[in-house]
């Protein structure tokens, strides 16, 4: 049999791929949070990097990289050397939302990234100031379209998971309501208890307290069924059937990230979310842990990204 040089060539590489599994990680771990500390991604990743760092043996330092809308901190995962121990916390920003809000990225939303697992989905709270005349979904719709332009939604900004939970709830219900951006969820729930806004569609964890204590009138969540933090608010796709607007969070590497550390850093998210109390401590802030594999995740940000450009769309959205 003759041997071609490319075959001599690949051999030792192909070899060395299981031992490379083996001895990953020798270096402790950076994992890229592309939002400032203290939010609901630092925080779940920094929940995450401590089991992580556990069973590699190796820490895991969570690195926040805010600004440009999540675009600075995946743009450092996407030019860090492939080799695994530099680690993206994905939001909808990065390569599910972004790639349709803004002329230019300084990544390649596909290419540049390798998909690792899914981690998290979350639901948002659909809240009305209880001033509103109304008790539920439908009686909402119905008087946005009696008062076209009237009613207002907050949001945490232009582009955030509320705002894009706000427009998919104009275009599915086909009203017209006002968008009101504010720089974060804490100065737009201030508002929105005083009666300044309407309604919003944001964190659960932040908006269903002060809808337990009457002070704002909780009428559905974004997740397509009931949540198990709150079994009693409806879901919003049981009046707008196919509705969901749960943010969904990930883990991916730079491209190029060999396919056996890959495979190792995805047994042990994937084991960390299996674990009973993991997962407890995750449906206890009203969060479903959703581990895959590489190939699911590289699929489930695809369907993303088509369902959220639908929307950004039709709603005109654009960050320059």
């Known amino acids: 049999m003759t041997l071609t040089r490319r075959t001599l060539l690949a051999a030792p590489a ?3 791929m299981p031992a490379l599994a ?8 950076r994992l890229v949070v592309p939002f400032a500390a203290g939010g609901s991604a630092d925080a779940s990743a920094r929940m995450l990097a401590e089991p992580m760092g556990a069973a590699l043996g190796q820490p895991v330092v969570v690195d926040n990289r805010p600004g440009a809308g999540a675009t600075i901190g995946a743009q450092a995962v996407a030019r ?3 080799d695994g121990l530099t680690l ?3 939001t909808p920003g990065p390569q599910i939302v972004n790639p349709h809000l803004m002329r230019s990225l300084p990544y390649d939303p596909v290419k540049d990234f390798a998909p690792v697992s899914g981690y998290k989905r979350a639901p948002n709270l659909l809240a009305i100031h209880p001033s509103l005349p109304a008790q539920n979904v439908q009686e909402l719709i119905a008087l946005a379209k009696a008062r076209p332009g009237q009613l207002s939604f907050a949001s945490s900004g232009i582009g955030s998971s509320s705002h894009l939970a706000g427009e998919m709830l104009k275009f599915m219900a086909q009203i017209d309501i006002t968008h009101v951006p504010y720089r974060g969820t804490g100065p737009a729930t201030t508002d929105l208890l005083a009666g300044t806004v309407s309604m919003a ?4 964890s932040i908006l269903l307290p002060p809808s337990r204590a009457g002070n704002l009138r909780a009428l559905a969540v974004t997740t397509p069924q009931r949540s198990r933090q709150a079994p009693d608010i409806p879901a919003l796709a049981e009046t707008l059937p196919g509705f969901d607007a749960s943010p969904f969070n990930y883990i991916a590497a730079p491209a190029g990230t060999p396919a056996p550390v890959i495979a190792r850093l995805n047994g042990v998210i994937v084991a960390i979310l299996n674990d009973p109390a993991y997962r407890a401590r995750m449906e ?3 969060e479903e842990a959703t581990p895959s594999t590489p190939e699911q995740l ?3 940000i695809a369907e993303e990204s088509a369902r959220w450009k639908r929307v950004i769309d039709a709603a005109g959205i654009r960050l320059e």
Request: a negative charge.
């Open 14 to 16: 192909a070899l060395a």
């Open 22 to 29: 083996q001895t990953f990680p020798d270096r402790p771990l």
């Open 80 to 82: 860090a050397a492939p």
């Open 88 to 90: 993206l916390y994905g």
């Open 201 to 204: 569609l944001d964190t659960m």
């Open 284 to 286: 206890a802030l009203g």
């Open 298 to 300: 590289a699929a489930t």
